[in-house]
């Protein structure tokens, strides 16, 4: 595709589930993020991938948060035992590479935990 | 990692020039900076980078004294389209920027 697409748009899900997201880069984008947004705050950094590999996933809060990417492009987010406090804007970004300045976001995943 | 610290909003009048300043007093010798723009219920998108000095492209203008303490990012003409909210980020590659700070929300009035 042309931009970086994620899914699903939208999530509610209830307190203690499992929840996936997806996001499926530029095509050829060795580097992915992922990031959060809660209402009002700036993109809070979660984790990066240059190709398979998580670079550094300092960001990601607890162990409940878990990414992978197995083939070096399509990413999946998975929270389990989702919390309240987990609902949030969840993006995703690429680049060609990590040190090339110009990161593409998608439009975002929204989790609701109720 | 440098903090930054930007005005957390500005107005402006449609076809001023906007200036937002951003202030990383902790700046490292290998940074670069960089400004987002974000639209509501939309993923922040690029608008400029740069080490030093001026750069200037299609949208925007960016200055960057001596010291590399602080960057303005410059906005000509503004206009409605232009109501975001606008971050700042240093990092130490282009690319690595990882951290927003809560951006300044813009509001271009008619």
């Known amino acids: 595709g042309a931009g970086v697409s994620q899914t699903p748009s939208n999530k509610v899900t209830e307190k203690g589930k499992y929840v996936e997201l997806r996001c499926d880069p530029i095509s050829g984008h060795t580097a992915l993020y992922w990031y959060r947004q809660s209402l009002g705050q700036g993109p809070e950094f979660l984790i990066y991938f240059q190709g398979t590999g998580a670079a550094d996933d300092s960001g990601l809060p607890n162990d409940r948060f878990f990414a992978v990417r197995p083939e070096g492009s399509v990413s999946t987010l998975k929270i389990q035992r989702t919390e309240r406090g987990d609902s949030a804007v969840y993006l995703c970004?690429?680049?060609?590479?990590?040190?090339?300045?110009?990161?593409?976001f998608g439009e975002g995943s929204r989790l609701t935990v109720l | 990692l440098a903090k930054t610290t930007q005005p957390i909003s500005m107005d402006s009048y449609e076809g001023q020039e906007v200036n937002i300043t951003c202030s990383h007093n902790?700046?490292?010798?290998?940074?670069?900076i960089t400004w987002y723009q974000q639209f509501p219920s939309q993923g922040p998108r690029f608008i400029i980078q740069?080490?030093?000095t001026k750069v200037t492209n299609e949208v925007a203008s960016l200055f960057i004294p001596a010291d590399r303490k602080s960057s303005t990012l410059s906005l000509p003409r503004v206009s409605l389209s232009d109501t975001a909210v606008y971050y700042c980020l240093v990092g130490d590659a282009p690319g690595n920027q990882f951290y927003f700070g809560t951006g300044t929300s813009l509001t271009v009035i008619p």
């Open positions: 740069g080490y030093k």
């Open positions: 970004a690429s680049s060609r590479a990590v040190g090339t300045g110009e990161l593409f």
């Open positions: 902790n700046i490292a010798t290998n940074d670069y």
